[in-house]
């Protein structure tokens, strides 16, 4: 059986990504950082329904966490699979920001997204890189913010500049990893109804409409339109595809 670790795979997109891949046979790691209960859930959810799930936590910004969470990983992977390694790895843990000026932004904010957006990544990709099988794959969850396609938004200069190193760090690793037939790409959601951003669809449902009045396909995006791409990205359909940000958005904002 192959295996799929999933960071920020309790809600939204990581969530759906976990059951979709499941769905294909594979066996998920998830990860959870606040909330053990949805990650919990989410693992039982999949076995109910026939799949094969383990729920650890971690936080993706606590670079001292790195070591630990890879022991707690190789036993998961003992434990409930006998193997020593993966297959997959989906980077996708993030976090929302209110829109804030740039001449309001605290080195607090800037740290915060570097963090979970691309330093927590990028040193957990290497961390695991040893345990990640020859011809496997990595996808990492951008945004579509961090695409020079994109129009800017104001007050997300700090999220759109974190989301965009992504970008370049997809087409950098998918250089260095291609000795070992690793694929590398990232997916680039536009705005999509998840629990970022304080919840803020549930709360304001008044800002759904005009959203997809501005999407090509006249609807606002779902974690599972998301998980789609991301699990099309890990299948053998997308084996000579690498160093691509595939946009999933239904042409926001054309």
């Given at each position: 059986m192959q295996i799929a670790v999933i960071t920020g795979g309790s809600s939204g997109i990581g969530q759906a990504t976990a059951v979709e891949v499941a769905k294909r046979g594979i066996g998920v790691v998830l990860t959870y950082h606040g909330s053990p209960e949805r990650g919990l859930e989410t693992a039982e959810r999949i076995e109910k329904d026939g799949g094969s799930a383990v729920a650890l936590q971690f936080d993706v910004s606590?670079?001292?966490a790195l070591s630990g969470f890879r022991d707690a990983l190789s036993a998961a992977l003992q434990d409930k699979w006998g193997r020593d390694t993966f297959d997959f790895l989906v980077n996708n843990a993030g976090v929302g920001q209110h829109p804030v000026p740039f001449e309001d932004t605290t080195e607090a904010l800037f740290d915060q997204m570097v963090g979970v957006h691309f330093k927590g990544p990028y040193f957990l990709t290497q961390t695991l890189l040893p345990l990640i099988t020859d011809?496997?794959?990595i996808v990492f969850t951008t945004s579509s913010s961090g695409l020079l396609s994109s129009r800017p938004s104001y007050g997300y200069s700090v999220y759109g500049s974190v989301k965009g190193?992504?970008?370049v760090l997809t087409r950098y690793l998918a250089k260095e990893l291609s000795a070992r037939g690793i694929r590398v790409n990232a997916v680039a959601p536009?705005?999509?109804?998840?629990?970022l951003g304080d919840d803020a669809f549930a709360k304001r449902?008044?800002?759904i409409q005009p959203?997809?009045?501005?999407?090509a396909l006249g609807r606002i995006g779902e974690a599972e339109d998301v998980a789609a791409a991301i699990t099309f990205l890990l299948s053998p359909e997308a084996r000579w595809v690498t160093a691509q940000t595939l946009e999933a958005s239904g042409g926001y904002d054309l």
């Amino acid at each position: 059986m192959q295996i799929a670790v999933i960071t920020g795979g309790s809600s939204g997109i990581g969530q759906a990504t976990a059951v979709e891949v499941a769905k294909r046979g594979i066996g998920v790691v998830l990860t959870y950082h606040g909330s053990p209960e949805r990650g919990l859930e989410t693992a039982e959810r999949i076995e109910k329904d026939g799949g094969s799930a383990v729920a650890l936590q971690f936080d993706v910004s606590n670079q001292g966490a790195l070591s630990g969470f890879r022991d707690a990983l190789s036993a998961a992977l003992q434990d409930k699979w006998g193997r020593d390694t993966f297959d997959f790895l989906v980077n996708n843990a993030g976090v929302g920001q209110h829109p804030v000026p740039f001449e309001d932004t605290t080195e607090a904010l800037f740290d915060q997204m570097v963090g979970v957006h691309f330093k927590g990544p990028y040193f957990l990709t290497q961390t695991l890189l040893p345990l990640i099988t020859d011809g496997g794959a990595i996808v990492f969850t951008t945004s579509s913010s961090g695409l020079l396609s994109s129009r800017p938004s104001y007050g997300y200069s700090v999220y759109g500049s974190v989301k965009g190193a992504q970008v370049v760090l997809t087409r950098y690793l998918a250089k260095e990893l291609s000795a070992r037939g690793i694929r590398v790409n990232a997916v680039a959601p536009g705005v999509t109804r998840t629990r970022l951003g304080d919840d803020a669809f549930a709360k304001r449902p008044e800002l759904i409409q005009p959203i997809a009045d501005n999407t090509a396909l006249g609807r606002i995006g779902e974690a599972e339109d998301v998980a789609a791409a991301i699990t099309f990205l890990l299948s053998p359909e997308a084996r000579w595809v690498t160093a691509q940000t595939l946009e999933a958005s239904g042409g926001y904002d054309l």
